[in-house]
C-alpha cells in the first residue's frame, strides 16, 4: 500500500513540474513618473491572456505568467499605457508618464459608461477639473464659455448668482424647453431660474466648481440618445471627484478678489443735460412758451443757467468695488477597499451694485466600498446652502442699475440734512438707491442631491449596476417694501413670502457587458432601465400693513393681502438598450435604443421610440497608413438618429380648471384649457459627420464636426374660433432646422523645458423655421424661410440735413418720416453666427501664463438703455451720443434735432417716433474678450518636502480685462438687451492651493 501512494506521489509530481516550469511570477512597482509617487489600483495584464492583477496601496504588484507570455501591459487612467518585453525579467519597475494627449482621458456617457476619447463614435466635448480651477467661477457652467464648440453660453447678467442661457447647436424650439439636461453623478438635476421673485438665480449654484472632475457635453444624437425624449437639447455630464487608494492627500485653497464694472455707459453732466432738455423744449415749443418759462416750465423748474447746473453721480450711488472670497478643503484617500472624497466650501460674494451679493456654503462626500471582489457599493451626497440677496431688476423705477443712467444728474442723491432725495423731478420719483437700501429682495436655496448606488460583477464580463437618487431642493425667498419707499408707503409695506419646493426621484437598474474575442474582436452592451417622478409645490403669502419699518417679518402685517399655493408634478419612464462592436480597433458600429413614456404627453401618446446608430473609421490602423509616421491617429465618425424633448408644461395635454370667487361667496370652477389626446414630444433628428486627427506624435490635433438637425412635431397654439370659448389649443405642428458646423484645434507649440500649448474653436451655426400653423400673409414678413432669432424692424437713414428730423427707409428703399408696418424688414438676428474662443498656455520651471480670448460674431443686441434715453421720450439723463445732434441746416449727423417727445410735428403731423424699434437702435454685437489671464507658480517639490507639504501653488486671475466690440451699449454678453442690467465685472482674484 505505501509503494503504491508513493507512486502515486511522484506521478503527480511528474505530471505537475512542467506547468510550473511554464509560468513564473513577476514582482515590481508602479510610480508616476511626474512625482515618483506609487500609483494604487493601477492594472496590470498579460496581452492574449486572462492574466491579470492590480497594485496595492504602495503600487507594487504581483502577478503570475506563464512562460509563453512576451510582453506585460501596465495601465491607469489618466496615464499612458505602456507595454514592456518581460524577456528573463522577473522584477519590472515602471514609470507611468500623464497622458498629455488627452486620447486615453476618459468620457462618460451616461448610466456609469465611461468610454476613452479616442474611441469615440458621437460628437462629445469635455472640459476636466485643470481647466475649471483656472477660473474663480460661482457656477460650473460658466466654464464652458468659449472653451466647447457648438455650446453657446451666454451670462445674463453681473449680478451675483445669476442664471445662464445654454444652447447646444441651436434653437430646437418655440415654445418647449431649449436648455439641455444636466445629470451629475448619475442624477438627472434641475436647471435654470427656479426663483420667482429674485431678478435673477441659478439652481446650478448650488454644485461647488471646485468638486468637479469633469464635464462632458453630448452634441449628437448617437452620444444623447441613451436619454430618449430628454436629449433633444443635448446633455451635459457632470462628474465629481472620486477617493483613490493610497496615503490620504489632504488640499486647502482659498482666493481673494475684487471686482468693478466692466463698463459703463457715458452719459450727460449737468450743464450738458439741461443744455439738452431746455433745447427739446425750445426746438418745439419755442423759446417764450410757457413750457420753457412758464411757472411749470423747464427753465423754472430745472433752472436757466445750464452753466450753473450741478451734477450728481448715480453711477457712484449705486456702484461700489465687489469682493470676492472662497476656501476650500477636501481630503482625498484610501485603499484597495474603500475609497473616500470629502470636501466643504464656502463661498462669499460682494456683488458690484449695491445690495447684492451671493453666500454658499457646501459639503461633498463620494463613498466606494469594495464588499468583495464581486459587490461593490457607492454612496454620494451633495449638501448645499445659498443664499443671495439683490435688488429689482429692469426698467422698474426702483432698480439702482436702471436709475444710474436714466435720472437727472442735477438731482442729488441727499438732501443737504442727509436724508434721501425723494420724490424726484422728471420721469422718476422714486429715488432708487433709497429703495435698495431699504427694501428686502432676499432667497434662500437649500438643497441635497444624493444617490446611492449597487455594482455586482456577475462574470468578469457581465455587470449590474442599480442606483435610487434623489434632488430635493426647496427656495424661500422674501421681499419687503418699506413703508418709507414710495412702492411700500401706500400700504403702510408690503411682505411677500415665497417658497417653492421640489423632489425629484429616480432608479435605474442597467446590465454592462463587455468582452474582447481573441484580440481584434470587442463586443460591448448595455441594457437598463429609468424612472424619474417630480413634484413641485408653491406657497405664497402677501401681508400689508406693517406698524413702521422695524416690522420686517410677515407676522408683522395687519392685512393679509393674498395667499395661494400650487402643486404640479411628472413621470418619466425609459427602458433602453445600446451595443458596439469594434474590429481591430479600426471599424466600430454603434446602435442605441430607448422607449420612453411620459406623463405629460396626451392619452394616445404616452410612450415614443428613440435610438440612433454611428459607423467610425479609424484610417491610421489601415496597413496603407502604417507607415506614415507623422500620423498618430485618424478616424473618421457618422451618426444618424432621433432624440426627444419634453420639456414642456406638465398639464399641457390635459383639461384643466381654474377655481374662482364664484357668486355671492360660493366658490366655483372655470375651464382653463382644451385637451389634446394627440400631444406628444417633440421630435429632433440628427445627422453628424466628424473627422479626428492627431499628428505628429499627437503635438497637433483637430476635431471637425458638420451637423443637420431638423426638429419636428415642436409645440405650437392652434388658433380657435372665439365662439369655442377657448383661444385655442396646444398642438404638434411645427418644423425647424439647425445646421452647422465645430472645428477645434489643439497643438503642442513648444515641448522642452519651456512649454506653449495652443487650442482654438469656431462654431458655426444657421437657424432655419421650415413649418409653422399660422405666418404673415405677406412673404417679407413670414417667420417660415428666416431664422426663429430673426429680426423684423425698421432701416434708420439718418437725419434730414435741412430740418433735423429722423428718416427711414420705406418699403421701397426711399426715405419717409411716417412708418407703416409695411415698411419693416429683416435686419439681422440675434443669434450669434460664429463664436468661439481660443487659449495659449505657457509654463517655464513651474511658472504657468494662461491667455484665454472668447469672441462672437454675426448678430444684433438691441441697445434698450439708449432707446430709452436718447429718443427725447422721457424727462431722464441722456448718453453723450446726443452732443452730436443736429442743430442746424446742412449738418450731417445721425442723431436729430432736440425734440421733446421724440414724434417731430410738422404741418400739424407728426412724423414717427424717433424711439421707433430700428436699425438706430439695433447695433452689431460682434466681440472679442480678453476672458482670462492667469498668472501661477508652483514651488519646487524639494523645498516644499522640507515642511512635508505635497504642493503648493500660488496664483493671479484677472476675467473680462479688455474687450473690442462694435456694441454701442454696456456688455455684449448680454442675450438680448442690457436694459437696467448689472453689466459683468472686470475681477482681479489672489489665490492659493496647498497640498498635504
Same mark, same amino acid.
Given at each position: 500500500?505505501?509503494?503504491?501512494?508513493?507512486?502515486?506521489?511522484?506521478?503527480?509530481?511528474?505530471?505537475?513540474?512542467?506547468?510550473?516550469?511554464?509560468?513564473?511570477? @513577476?514582482?515590481?512597482?508602479?510610480?508616476?513618473?511626474?512625482?515618483?509617487?506609487?500609483?494604487?489600483?493601477?492594472?496590470?495584464?498579460?496581452?492574449?491572456?486572462?492574466?491579470?492583477?492590480?497594485?496595492?496601496?504602495?503600487?507594487?504588484?504581483?502577478?503570475?505568467?506563464?512562460?509563453?507570455?512576451?510582453?506585460?501591459?501596465?495601465?491607469?487612467?489618466?496615464?499612458?499605457?505602456? #507595454? =514592456?518585453?518581460?524577456?528573463?525579467? !522577473?522584477?519590472?519597475?515602471?514609470?507611468?508618464?500623464?497622458?498629455?494627449?488627452?486620447?486615453?482621458?476618459?468620457?462618460?456617457?451616461?448610466?456609469?459608461?465611461?468610454?476613452?476619447?479616442?474611441?469615440? !463614435?458621437?460628437?462629445?466635448?469635455?472640459?476636466?477639473?485643470?481647466?475649471?480651477?483656472?477660473?474663480?467661477?460661482?457656477?460650473?457652467? #460658466?466654464?464652458?464659455?468659449?472653451?466647447?464648440?457648438?455650446? #453657446?453660453?451666454?451670462?445674463?447678467?453681473?449680478?451675483?448668482?445669476?442664471?445662464?442661457?445654454?444652447?447646444?447647436?441651436?434653437?430646437?424650439?418655440?415654445?418647449?424647453?431649449?436648455?439641455?439636461?444636466?445629470?451629475?453623478?448619475?442624477?438627472?438635476?434641475?436647471?435654470?431660474?427656479?426663483? #420667482?421673485?429674485?431678478?435673477?438665480?441659478?439652481?446650478?449654484?448650488?454644485?461647488?466648481?471646485?468638486?468637479?472632475? !469633469?464635464?462632458?457635453?453630448?452634441?449628437?444624437?448617437?452620444?444623447?440618445?441613451?436619454?430618449?425624449?430628454?436629449?433633444?437639447?443635448?446633455?451635459? @455630464?457632470?462628474?465629481?471627484?472620486?477617493?483613490?487608494?493610497?496615503?490620504?492627500?489632504?488640499?486647502?485653497?482659498?482666493?481673494?478678489?475684487?471686482?468693478?464694472?466692466?463698463?459703463?455707459?457715458?452719459?450727460?453732466?449737468?450743464?450738458?443735460?439741461?443744455?439738452?432738455? /431746455?433745447?427739446?423744449?425750445?426746438?418745439?415749443?419755442?423759446?417764450?412758451?410757457?413750457?420753457?418759462?412758464?411757472?411749470?416750465?423747464?427753465?423754472?423748474?430745472?433752472?436757466?443757467?445750464?452753466?450753473?447746473?450741478?451734477?450728481?453721480?448715480?453711477?457712484?450711488?449705486?456702484?461700489?468695488?465687489?469682493?470676492?472670497?472662497?476656501?476650500?478643503?477636501?481630503?482625498?484617500?484610501?485603499?484597495?477597499? $474603500?475609497?473616500?472624497?470629502?470636501?466643504?466650501?464656502?463661498?462669499?460674494?460682494?456683488?458690484?451694485?449695491?445690495?447684492?451679493?451671493?453666500?454658499?456654503?457646501?459639503?461633498?462626500?463620494?463613498?466606494?466600498?469594495?464588499?468583495?471582489?464581486?459587490?461593490?457599493?457607492?454612496?454620494?451626497?451633495?449638501?448645499?446652502?445659498?443664499?443671495?440677496?439683490?435688488?429689482?431688476?429692469?426698467?422698474?423705477?426702483?432698480?439702482?442699475?436702471?436709475?444710474?443712467?436714466?435720472?437727472?444728474?442735477?438731482?442729488?442723491?441727499?438732501?443737504?440734512?442727509?436724508?434721501?432725495?425723494?420724490?424726484?423731478?422728471?420721469?422718476?420719483?422714486?429715488?432708487?438707491?433709497?429703495?435698495?437700501?431699504?427694501?428686502?429682495?432676499?432667497?434662500?436655496?437649500?438643497?441635497?442631491?444624493?444617490?446611492?448606488?449597487?455594482?455586482?460583477?456577475?462574470?468578469?464580463?457581465?455587470?449590474?449596476?442599480?442606483?435610487?437618487?434623489?434632488?430635493?431642493?426647496?427656495?424661500?425667498?422674501?421681499?419687503?417694501?418699506?413703508?418709507? /419707499?414710495?412702492?411700500?408707503?401706500?400700504?403702510?409695506?408690503?411682505?411677500?413670502?415665497?417658497?417653492?419646493?421640489?423632489?425629484?426621484?429616480?432608479?435605474?437598474?442597467?446590465?454592462?457587458?463587455?468582452?474582447?474575442?481573441?484580440?481584434?474582436?470587442?463586443?460591448?452592451?448595455?441594457?437598463?432601465?429609468?424612472?424619474?417622478?417630480?413634484?413641485?409645490?408653491? @406657497?405664497?403669502?402677501?401681508? $400689508?400693513?406693517?406698524?413702521?419699518?422695524?416690522?420686517?417679518?410677515?407676522?408683522?402685517?395687519?392685512?393679509?393681502?393674498?395667499?395661494?399655493?400650487?402643486?404640479?408634478?411628472?413621470?418619466?419612464?425609459?427602458?433602453?438598450?445600446?451595443?458596439?462592436?469594434?474590429?481591430?480597433?479600426?471599424?466600430?458600429?454603434?446602435? /442605441?435604443?430607448?422607449?420612453?413614456?411620459?406623463?405629460?404627453?396626451?392619452?394616445?401618446?404616452?410612450?415614443?421610440?428613440?435610438?440612433?446608430?454611428?459607423?467610425?473609421?479609424?484610417?491610421?490602423?489601415?496597413?496603407?497608413?502604417?507607415?506614415?509616421?507623422?500620423?498618430?491617429?485618424?478616424? @473618421?465618425? !457618422?451618426?444618424?438618429?432621433?432624440?426627444?424633448?419634453?420639456?414642456?408644461?406638465?398639464?399641457?395635454? &390635459?383639461?384643466?380648471?381654474?377655481?374662482?370667487?364664484?357668486?355671492?361667496?360660493?366658490?366655483?370652477?372655470?375651464?382653463?384649457?382644451?385637451?389634446?389626446? =394627440?400631444?406628444?414630444?417633440? +421630435?429632433?433628428?440628427?445627422?453628424?459627420?466628424?473627422?479626428?486627427?492627431?499628428?505628429?506624435?499627437?503635438?497637433?490635433?483637430?476635431?471637425?464636426?458638420?451637423?443637420?438637425?431638423?426638429?419636428?412635431?415642436? &409645440?405650437?397654439?392652434?388658433?380657435?374660433?372665439?365662439?369655442?370659448?377657448?383661444?385655442?389649443?396646444? +398642438?404638434?405642428?411645427?418644423?425647424?432646422?439647425?445646421?452647422?458646423?465645430?472645428?477645434?484645434?489643439?497643438?503642442?507649440?513648444?515641448?522642452?523645458?519651456?512649454?506653449?500649448?495652443?487650442?482654438?474653436?469656431?462654431?458655426?451655426?444657421?437657424?432655419?423655421?421650415?413649418?409653422?400653423?399660422?405666418?404673415?400673409?405677406?412673404?417679407?414678413?413670414?417667420?417660415?424661410?428666416?431664422?426663429?432669432?430673426?429680426?423684423?424692424?425698421?432701416?434708420?437713414?439718418?437725419?434730414?440735413?435741412?430740418?433735423?428730423?429722423?428718416?427711414?427707409?420705406?418699403?421701397?428703399?426711399?426715405?419717409?418720416?411716417?412708418?407703416? $408696418?409695411? +415698411?419693416?424688414?429683416?435686419?439681422?438676428?440675434?443669434?450669434?453666427?460664429?463664436?468661439?474662443?481660443?487659449?495659449?498656455?505657457?509654463?517655464?520651471?513651474?511658472?504657468?501664463?494662461?491667455?484665454?480670448?472668447?469672441?462672437?460674431?454675426?448678430?444684433?443686441?438691441?441697445?434698450?438703455?439708449?432707446?430709452?434715453?436718447?429718443?427725447?421720450?422721457?424727462?431722464?439723463?441722456?448718453?453723450?451720443?446726443?452732443?452730436?445732434?443736429?442743430?442746424?441746416?446742412?449738418?450731417?449727423?445721425?442723431?436729430?434735432?432736440?425734440?421733446?417727445?421724440?414724434?417731430?410735428?410738422?404741418?400739424?403731423?407728426?412724423?414717427?417716433?424717433?424711439?421707433?424699434?430700428?436699425?438706430?437702435?439695433?447695433?452689431?454685437? +460682434?466681440?472679442?474678450?480678453?476672458?482670462?489671464?492667469?498668472?501661477?507658480?508652483?514651488?519646487?517639490?524639494?523645498?516644499?518636502?522640507?515642511?512635508?507639504?505635497?504642493?503648493?501653488?500660488?496664483?493671479? $486671475?484677472?476675467?473680462?480685462?479688455?474687450?473690442?466690440?462694435?456694441?454701442?451699449?454696456?456688455?455684449?454678453?448680454?442675450?438680448?438687451?442690457?436694459?437696467?442690467?448689472?453689466?459683468?465685472?472686470?475681477?482681479?482674484?489672489?489665490?492659493?492651493?496647498?497640498?498635504?
Amino acid at each position: 500500500m505505501k509503494r503504491k501512494l508513493l507512486s502515486l506521489i511522484i506521478l503527480c509530481l511528474v505530471v505537475t513540474f512542467p506547468v510550473f516550469s511554464q509560468s513564473k511570477v @513577476i514582482t515590481g512597482q508602479v510610480i508616476a513618473a511626474e512625482d515618483g509617487l506609487p500609483i494604487p489600483a493601477a492594472s496590470i495584464r498579460i496581452p492574449g491572456t486572462k492574466a491579470g492583477s492590480q497594485t496595492d496601496a504602495n503600487g507594487k504588484y504581483s502577478i503570475v505568467v506563464p512562460a509563453s507570455a512576451k510582453t506585460i501591459e501596465f495601465s491607469f487612467l489618466g496615464f499612458a499605457t505602456i #507595454r =514592456e518585453n518581460i524577456n528573463a525579467r !522577473t522584477v519590472i519597475n515602471i514609470s507611468l508618464k500623464s497622458d498629455a494627449t488627452g486620447l486615453d482621458e476618459v468620457v462618460v456617457t451616461g448610466f456609469g459608461q465611461t468610454i476613452k476619447k479616442r474611441d469615440i !463614435t458621437g460628437a462629445v466635448s469635455s472640459i476636466s477639473s485643470k481647466e475649471i480651477e483656472k477660473v474663480p467661477l460661482v457656477s460650473f457652467d #460658466r466654464a464652458m464659455q468659449g472653451t466647447l464648440p457648438g455650446v #453657446r453660453v451666454n451670462t445674463n447678467s453681473g449680478t451675483p448668482g445669476s442664471s445662464v442661457s445654454v444652447l447646444i447647436r441651436g434653437t430646437g424650439s418655440f415654445n418647449a424647453s431649449t436648455a439641455p439636461l444636466y445629470i451629475v453623478d448619475g442624477i438627472q438635476v434641475n436647471s435654470g431660474d427656479l426663483s #420667482r421673485s429674485l431678478s435673477t438665480s441659478n439652481i446650478l449654484s448650488n454644485i461647488n466648481p471646485d468638486d468637479i472632475e !469633469t464635464i462632458d457635453v453630448l452634441k449628437d444624437a448617437s452620444s444623447a440618445s441613451i436619454y430618449g425624449s430628454q436629449a433633444a437639447n443635448g446633455v451635459v @455630464i457632470i462628474t465629481t471627484k472620486r477617493g483613490k487608494a493610497g496615503k490620504t492627500e489632504f488640499d486647502f485653497s482659498s482666493y481673494f478678489g475684487y471686482a468693478e464694472e466692466v463698463d459703463r455707459l457715458d452719459i450727460l453732466n449737468g450743464p450738458q443735460w439741461l443744455s439738452t432738455y /431746455t433745447e427739446e423744449y425750445v426746438n418745439r415749443y419755442g423759446a417764450n412758451s410757457s413750457q420753457v418759462i412758464g411757472p411749470s416750465g423747464v427753465k423754472t423748474i430745472f433752472g436757466a443757467d445750464p452753466a450753473a447746473a450741478p451734477t450728481y453721480s448715480w453711477y457712484d450711488a449705486a456702484y461700489r468695488k465687489g469682493h470676492t472670497q472662497n476656501y476650500q478643503l477636501t481630503a482625498r484617500g484610501g485603499d484597495a477597499k $474603500t475609497k473616500f472624497y470629502i470636501s466643504a466650501g464656502l463661498f462669499d460674494q460682494k456683488g458690484q451694485q449695491i445690495q447684492q451679493d451671493f453666500k454658499r456654503g457646501t459639503f461633498k462626500s463620494n463613498l466606494e466600498h469594495n464588499v468583495n471582489n464581486r459587490l461593490s457599493l457607492e454612496a454620494n451626497i451633495n449638501l448645499s446652502t445659498f443664499t443671495q440677496n439683490g435688488t429689482l431688476s429692469g426698467s422698474t423705477f426702483a432698480n439702482p442699475s436702471f436709475g444710474s443712467n436714466f435720472l437727472i444728474p442735477t438731482q442729488a442723491v441727499y438732501t443737504a440734512s442727509g436724508d434721501y432725495n425723494e420724490p424726484l423731478l422728471g420721469a422718476v420719483a422714486t429715488n432708487p438707491i433709497k429703495s435698495a437700501n431699504y427694501d428686502i429682495n432676499k432667497g434662500t436655496t437649500n438643497q441635497l442631491q444624493g444617490i446611492f448606488a449597487l455594482n455586482y460583477k456577475i462574470i468578469d464580463d457581465l455587470k449590474f449596476r442599480v442606483t435610487g437618487s434623489i434632488d430635493y431642493g426647496d427656495i424661500k425667498e422674501d421681499r419687503f417694501q418699506d413703508p418709507r /419707499t414710495r412702492d411700500g408707503a401706500s400700504v403702510n409695506g408690503r411682505y411677500t413670502f415665497l417658497d417653492t419646493e421640489f423632489k425629484n426621484y429616480q432608479t435605474n437598474a442597467t446590465l454592462n457587458y463587455s468582452h474582447l474575442f481573441g484580440t481584434k474582436h470587442k463586443v460591448s452592451g448595455l441594457a437598463g432601465f429609468e424612472y424619474r417622478h417630480q413634484v413641485n409645490n408653491t @406657497i405664497t403669502t402677501q401681508k $400689508t400693513g406693517f406698524p413702521n419699518y422695524l416690522f420686517r417679518t410677515l407676522n408683522g402685517g395687519t392685512v393679509l393681502a393674498s395667499i395661494s399655493s400650487s402643486f404640479t408634478e411628472f413621470k418619466n419612464l425609459g427602458y433602453f438598450a445600446r451595443g458596439e462592436y469594434a474590429f481591430d480597433d479600426k471599424y466600430i458600429v454603434n446602435g /442605441t435604443i430607448r422607449y420612453d413614456g411620459n406623463s405629460r404627453f396626451g392619452e394616445n401618446q404616452k410612450f415614443g421610440l428613440f435610438g440612433s446608430g454611428s459607423l467610425t473609421w479609424r484610417l491610421s490602423r489601415e496597413n496603407f497608413l502604417k507607415d506614415v509616421r507623422w500620423l498618430s491617429d485618424w478616424k @473618421i465618425r !457618422t451618426s444618424y438618429g432621433k432624440v426627444g424633448n419634453s420639456g414642456i408644461g406638465n398639464f399641457a395635454s &390635459l383639461s384643466t380648471f381654474g377655481s374662482n370667487p364664484g357668486y355671492n361667496g360660493v366658490g366655483g370652477i372655470s375651464p382653463g384649457g382644451l385637451p389634446n389626446v =394627440e400631444l406628444t414630444w417633440e +421630435d429632433s433628428y440628427t445627422l453628424n459627420l466628424g473627422t479626428d486627427v492627431s499628428l505628429f506624435n499627437n503635438r497637433l490635433s483637430f476635431t471637425a464636426e458638420f451637423y443637420n438637425k431638423l426638429n419636428k412635431n415642436l &409645440l405650437l397654439t392652434r388658433t380657435l374660433p372665439s365662439t369655442s370659448g377657448y383661444s385655442g389649443v396646444s +398642438d404638434n405642428a411645427g418644423k425647424m432646422q439647425n445646421r452647422g458646423f465645430e472645428f477645434q484645434i489643439n497643438s503642442e507649440n513648444l515641448t522642452g523645458k519651456f512649454k506653449w500649448n495652443t487650442s482654438f474653436n469656431i462654431s458655426y451655426n444657421k437657424n432655419k423655421v421650415l413649418q409653422l400653423i399660422t405666418d404673415d400673409l405677406d412673404p417679407r414678413f413670414q417667420l417660415v424661410g428666416n431664422s426663429v432669432s430673426r429680426i423684423l424692424s425698421y432701416q434708420y437713414a439718418g437725419v434730414n440735413p435741412a430740418d433735423g428730423r429722423p428718416l427711414w427707409l420705406d418699403a421701397n428703399n426711399n426715405l419717409t418720416y411716417n412708418l407703416t $408696418t409695411n +415698411d419693416r424688414k429683416i435686419i439681422g438676428d440675434s443669434q450669434q453666427k460664429y463664436f468661439g474662443g481660443f487659449t495659449n498656455n505657457f509654463s517655464y520651471d513651474g511658472i504657468g501664463l494662461d491667455i484665454f480670448f472668447q469672441y462672437a460674431t454675426g448678430f444684433l443686441l438691441f441697445d434698450q438703455n439708449k432707446n430709452f434715453l436718447d429718443s427725447y421720450a422721457n424727462a431722464s439723463n441722456r448718453s453723450t451720443d446726443v452732443l452730436r445732434r443736429w442743430t442746424a441746416p446742412g449738418q450731417i449727423t445721425d442723431v436729430p434735432l432736440a425734440y421733446t417727445g421724440g414724434n417731430y410735428v410738422s404741418g400739424g403731423v407728426a412724423s414717427s417716433a424717433y424711439s421707433t424699434s430700428s436699425t438706430q437702435w439695433y447695433k452689431p454685437g +460682434d466681440y472679442l474678450r480678453l476672458k482670462e489671464v492667469r498668472l501661477s507658480y508652483k514651488l519646487p517639490k524639494d523645498l516644499i518636502s522640507k515642511v512635508r507639504l505635497n504642493n503648493v501653488l500660488l496664483y493671479a $486671475t484677472g476675467t473680462n480685462l479688455l474687450t473690442w466690440t462694435k456694441y454701442t451699449g454696456i456688455d455684449p454678453e448680454t442675450v438680448l438687451s442690457d436694459n437696467g442690467g448689472v453689466p459683468q465685472a472686470r475681477t482681479y482674484t489672489l489665490g492659493f492651493q496647498i497640498g498635504l
